[in-house]
């Protein structure tokens, strides 16, 4: 009960800070100090879990990627490759709904920290002919650049599960399809409210034949980075870094042009709030609040269905992370989902309810991301995001209805 009662009471603190528009980097940062400090957890730990959080191959990996993804951004941008992307596509596509659910949700096959920042600019392209608040615009990008990882294999979070239940990654993908589904279609009515039908105004119009010709040269850097980094299982780094250099060739960037690039690209801003974000969910492993609040609902005696959903809800809440609520919570659950072959209902309700908790989490690095790249009001985002996300979780009586 008292590491519960700890958490919480950090996690009203981190909400209190971010109500006050304090930086989400400086926030979280002192959110993992106050956590740290009600654990009693000595100072040179705590510096340890701060170094480990910035310094660990993790870290350097999930920041060095988010790099080569704001410079890709940048330079696509400027070169005028995004613009002619979303006009291409527009004219392909008669509905600019369509288009502005299908760029985050193409750039969400790849599975990067962080990668909402690759389709927020496309989102803001497509709209740039529409009054839509900065809030939705944000809503939208991050709704559909999460359609994917309740089934796809390219997502570390449901390939853990498949092995830690040893039920077949297939009927995995099953049983949380309805969760996808959900996402889709729940994202039509609350992401596009009050969004007309009007076509991106692309001017001068070359035939769907070209367009998608050039719409596929446009899009060809993000297409071969997903090849390079999914089929070919390429490090993602490597993939992203590669390609920089090579669009930094075909646009024939000097070394004037290179480091103007850098300077404007890179977000020290950015990456402060990765780091922020890194030494919280670091340090919720070093005090061990995440265990010592699964093994109190595991002891409390409240029903199995509330314990299943609660604690992978908080996790994800608490860790922004699909992986770390996955690893965190069912191994212990599992006794509650049947023993060694849990049910596949109740497997995929605690996988609901958990990414649920990750959609939610002030400390995922694609909410924090988009809100600040489009400087939309976080309280209005939520707002937007919540009742959304709900009837998704909802959905969940449908696995446990039909593999329970």
Known sequence: MIDLLK?????????????????LGAVMALGAAFLAF??????????????????????????????????????????GTLRRMVASLSEILPD????????????????????????????REASAHLTLPADQKAFINYWYRHVWEYVSPLYPGIILVAGLSRIPYQKIVLANSAFAVSVILWGVLFC???????????GETVGKRRALRTFIISVAPILATLIFV???????????????????????????????????????????????????????????????????????GLPVLVII??????????????VAFVGITFPILMPLMGGDIPSLGLL???????????????????????????EADMGR?????????????????VPVYIFS
């Open 7 to 23: 958490t919480l009471a950090v996690l009203v603190a981190v909400v209190v800070m971010v109500r006050r528009r304090w930086h």
């Open 38 to 79: 009600s654990y009693l957890t000595p100072p040179l730990r705590f510096l340890g879990g701060v170094w480990t959080a910035l310094a660990s191959p993790r870290a350097l990996e999930m920041t060095a990627t988010l790099v080569f993804t704001m410079i890709m951004e940048h330079i696509l941008r400027t070169t």
């Open 96 to 123: 600019s709904r369509l288009i502005m659910g299908a760029m985050p949700a193409m750039i969400g096959m790849l599975p990067s920290p962080g990668g909402a920042v690759f389709s927020a600019p496309m989102v």
């Open 192 to 202: 596009f409210r009050g969004v007309g039908s009007a076509p991106v105004p692309v």
């Open 230 to 300: 999914v089929v070919l299982q390429v490090n993602p780094v490597a993939a992203m870094g590669g390609m920089t250099g090579l669009l930094f060739a075909v646009h024939r960037y000097g070394p004037a042009r290179i480091v103007t690039t850098l300077r404007e690209s890179v977000s020290v801003k950015a990456l402060s709030l990765i780091f922020g974000i890194m030494i919280f969910q670091e340090t919720l492993r070093l005090t061990g609040a995440l265990d010592g609040i699964s093994h109190f609902f595991v002891a409390s």
């Open 309 to 322: 959903t609660a604690i992978p809800f908080l996790a994800g809440v608490m860790t922004g992370l699909t």
């Open 348 to 374: 995929s309700l605690a996988f609901g309810s958990g990414f649920a908790g990750v959609m939610l989490s002030p400390v995922h690095l694609c909410l924090v991301l988009t809100g600040e790249y489009f």
């Open 381 to 397: 985002v939520f707002r937007r995001l919540w009742i959304p996300q709900v009837l998704v979780l909802a959905a969940a009586v």
